[in-house]
């Protein structure tokens, strides 16, 4: 975010215009709480639907019909900086108290949870990142910017950028992945995305990164809990993607609502000053998760709210979502001196100069026209974009005999009630879409003219209804395309797990349907990585859908008949069984490597290996790597090798580079991710494909967090995912 020198003066007369009670208004996140109809406040409603207690058109209902406080006085007498909602008519309406009704006519950020879309629903962070495809990425937040802006949202609470390592963590699912060089280009294409067009200010919303450190460390994935790490994984794995962030310009970030090394990131100076403010450059604010300033009494870090309220000022938390506890107790504590002006001051003008940055001050209301056109249709670029993004998400695991893609004109028989659950294809966090725009997989199957019979028999929460599984086991097709995973409320926030395995009945179904001696292909919907072994061992293929957003069964049915060929890979490593969470390809050597003799790191009862490596996704062509070298320059090295199709159709790789610092001060990861490109080949074409390792990429970060290049032998590799690669070595002088 720059500003320019008039917008700093701007900021900096508004500040002194303005009395206490106003700046720390501009530092409360209100939410609309419900009145009428139903006794719960909007933040739990939106829980309700986030966790699968309601649907998305109970949801719909009981919004429309009940009336909504929104706090309009206080919103009159400057107690307000933000509120969190997406209705766009309300938008306006706020906007206006605000802007014409105070004193000093300060607009309002209006914050919403645009994770992957809004109407337009495209895949969940881990699966799209899987594209491995920056420039879709940043495309498909550019949409979102778009039409949260159209909506009179002006604030995303994204991108999500933490580096998820265990997969019983159900927020996995709204991020990037496992590696933090991958979350990095990710983090860096949402920032563009969201903020990057500032031609008009319908373009573009301030983004919100989050969360603010360590909240996927919770120990043993247990969301809201305890994260322990030494300062070397901090910087090296979860700081990452929040440092490209910054350097991209994100206007603000969220703290975690967990506690890091035994201070809660609510009130952690050390990561909101020293590390996110000072070091990175973030000259935006930092917002609290909701309602945590009050959680820091749970955590015993402070005796009442007050303090809670005095401590996380004071470590630079700029803006209270939800509890009031600035509103109601930092005047007196201004006053009293706990909290000085200067650290108020800069908190208020950080608010200010987003708001200023954006434009609202010029550009305050949303064209209400604009909203009557997505209430008719989405916009055909979005849909467009949507489908490639999910088309280029989806990832193909396993294809024995090349049983895919299938002959459209071949009968088969679709199962799992999940392939009939349109508002299912949306993942978790998607608190905008329209039902009539979602793309079941049977209804993409449809939209194909594909030629199948369909028996829903059961679901991640159904039991198995033996006369639909008899009728299955009977039909005249003897492929069974399934669809089984999890319900979206099964990941996202509050939605640990420890058992991995697909939910339910869903592999006994799969199991009776093998021993009619089917030929079963899955397709997978899920928000997280799932403990695939016995899937791996009997089906015939497997596609990772996850939750590929509204056009889901298209972008399905294209891979399964060949429309498309399979692109994806993954970004998490997968298991076998439940036990070997977490896993992930890229942790540190250790004396005694996992191998078939019994002392060393593994477990007795799994295989070495996991079920699927990160990187990992086939297509319905083969590739070839050979002749790798190595060519050193003053600032890098060009590592160069030889790709080729060896198959029988067109196909697009993704060719990953990996390095190991094979001595090092510290203990380093057996393999980094450190580059990626995509190369497409006809049959029985080959390429000579070079990606330039920059040296200033070749470092770490020591136990004193500081970034380090060491002088010494690396290894280089390169490959189609992080297990199967070629490899060399040499030396670097730095
Ligand atoms: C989540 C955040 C979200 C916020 C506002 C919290 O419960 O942790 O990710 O942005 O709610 O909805």
Excluded at 655 to 674: F, G, H, W
């Amino acid at each position: 975010m720059k500003l320019t020198k008039e917008q700093i003066n701007f900021v900096n007369n508004l500040l002194n215009k303005m009395t206490l009670e106003e700046k720390i208004g501009q530092l409360t996140q209100d939410s609309p709480s419900i009145v009428g109809g139903f006794d719960i406040s909007f933040d739990e409603l939106v829980e309700m639907l986030t966790d699968g207690r309601i649907s998305q058109t109970e949801f719909n209902k009981k919004i429309t019909n009940v009336k909504r406080d929104y706090h309009e006085d206080d919103i009159r007498n400057g107690f307000v900086g933000a509120v969190m909602g997406n209705d766009p008519k309300k938008a306006n309406e706020l906007q206006k108290i605000a802007v014409e009704e105070t004193r000093l006519g300060i607009p309002l950020l209006i914050g919403f949870d645009v994770i992957h879309g809004l109407r337009t629903v495209y895949p969940i962070a881990i699966a799209e990142a899987g594209s491995f495809d920056d420039e879709l990425m940043q495309k498909t937040a550019s949409i979102a910017a778009k039409e949260s802006r159209a909506y009179g949202i002006n604030w995303n609470f994204a991108p999500m950028i933490d580096v998820a390592r265990d997969s019983r963590w159900g927020r996995v699912s709204e991020g990037p992945g496992e590696d933090p060089y991958l979350s990095s280009r990710f983090a860096t294409a949402k920032i563009k995305g969201l903020q990057g067009d500032q031609s008009s200010s319908n373009n573009y919303v301030a983004a919100c990164t989050k969360h603010f450190v360590g909240y996927s460390a919770c120990e043993g994935g247990r969301d809201y809990n305890t994260t322990t790490m030494s300062t070397n994984t901090l910087f090296n794995v979860y700081l990452p993607p929040f440092k490209a962030a910054m350097n991209a310009g994100a206007c603000s970030a969220m703290a975690a609502f967990n506690d890091l090394n035994g201070i809660p990131c609510t009130v952690n100076s050390y990561t909101l000053r020293n590390i996110l403010k000072d070091e990175f450059g973030l000259n935006g604010f930092v917002v609290s998760d909701a309602n945590a300033i009050k959680e820091c009494v749970n955590h015993g870090i402070a005796e009442n709210d007050i303090v809670a309220g005095e401590m996380a000022i004071n470590a630079g938390l700029d803006m209270d979502m939800g509890t009031r506890i600035y509103l109601n107790h930092l005047a007196s504590s201004i006053k009293n001196g706990t909290v000085s002006m200067d650290v108020l001051d800069d908190a208020v003008k950080r608010v200010l100069s987003v708001k200023v940055w954006l434009g609202l001050f010029e550009n305050p209301y949303i064209d209400e026209k604009i909203i009557e056109q997505y209430d008719c249709a989405i916009p055909k670029e979005h849909i467009n974009i949507c489908k490639e993004s999910a088309e280029k998400s989806l990832v193909l695991l396993k294809n024995e005999e090349n049983i895919l893609p299938l002959d459209k004109n071949k009968k088969f028989t679709l199962v799992g009630s999940l392939a009939d659950s349109p508002d299912e294809v949306t993942g978790s966090w998607a608190l905008g879409f329209k039902s009539k725009d979602c793309v079941s997989i049977k209804k993409g199957l449809e939209n194909s003219n594909a030629n199948f019979d369909y028996y829903p028999i059961c679901g991640p929460n159904t039991s198995i209804n033996s006369s639909e599984l008899d009728s299955a086991i009977n039909s005249d097709s003897d492929i069974i395309v399934a669809v089984v995973g999890e319900l979206k409320s099964m990941s996202g926030e509050a939605s640990s797990k420890a058992n991995l395995i697909l939910p339910g009945q869903q592999r006994e179904m799969l199991a009776s349907l093998l021993r009619a001696n089917k030929k079963v292909i899955a397709i997978l919907m899920n928000g997280r990585p799932l403990a695939l072994g016995w899937e791996k061992e009997n089906l015939k293929a497997i596609i990772e859908g996850w939750h590929l957003g509204i056009q889901m069964g298209n972008a399905i049915s294209s891979a399964l008949f060949g429309d498309i060929n399979p692109s994806g890979k993954l970004s998490c490593t997968f298991p076998s069984v439940n036990g070997q969470e977490p896993l992930y390809y890229n942790h540190t050597s250790t004396g005694r490597p996992a191998s078939n003799s019994k002392f060393t790191s593994k477990y007795v009862d799994t295989p070495l290996e996991p079920c699927f490596p990160f990187g990992y996704g086939l297509s319905y062509t083969t590739f070839k790597y050979d002749s790798l070298t190595l060519k050193e320059t003053p600032s890098s090295v060009n590592v160069t090798f030889n790709l080729s199709n060896t198959g029988k159709r067109p196909g697009t790789e993704t060719v990953q580079l990996y390095i190991q610092d094979v001595t090092a001060s510290i203990v380093r990861p057996i393999k980094e991710l450190k580059g990626y490109k995509k190369v497409s080949l006809q049959p029985g074409e080959s390429q000579t494909v070079t990606l330039t390792l920059d040296k200033s990429e070749m470092g770490f970060y020591n136990n004193m967090g500081q970034y380090v290049l060491e002088n010494g032998l690396f290894k280089i590799y390169v490959g189609g995912n992080s297990k199967d690669t070629l490899v060399s070595k040499i030396n670097i002088n730095f």
